[in-house]
């Protein structure tokens, strides 16, 4: 099993940044990506990553704004997230164990952190 902890959350003003961290404590040659759930709302993909970082997507919400990367040295995936809007605010998690594809679905990934709170204000 894999176990994945979220870092890096918090509250900042509208265009204003944030970089989150996910620490896996398992193998980490894997596809990853982070998603995010804001209250009475379905869980949505932000971006994934193959395990080499060959095969990157984004949602459309967050192109140009958000970069994923992955090290795998130090079994890190990273969100730095740029000018950061109210509609951003969500818990985000990074998950692993699963599938990246332009649809970045949450039902193909397997493995999950606990997530970080991630509140912008106007």
């Known amino acids: 099993a894999q176990v994945l902890a979220e870092s890096g959350g918090g509250s900042v003003q509208a265009g204003g940044a944030l970089r989150l961290s996910c620490r896996a404590a398992?193998?980490?040659?894997?596809?990853m990506g982070w998603f995010r759930q804001a209250p009475g709302k379905e869980r949505e993909g932000v971006s994934c990553t193959s395990w080499d970082g060959a095969h990157i997507y984004y949602a459309n919400s967050v192109k140009g704004r958000f970069t994923i990367s992955k090290d795998n040295g130090n079994k890190t995936l990273y969100l730095q997230m740029n000018s950061l809007k109210p509609e951003d605010t969500a818990m985000y998690f990074c998950?692993?164990?699963?599938?990246?594809?332009?649809?970045?679905?949450?039902?193909?990934?397997?493995?999950w952190g606990q997530g970080t709170q991630v509140t912008v204000s106007s």
């Open positions: 398992g193998y980490i040659l894997d596809n």
């Open positions: 998950a692993s164990g699963g599938k990246c594809s332009a649809r970045i679905r949450a039902s193909d990934f397997g493995y």
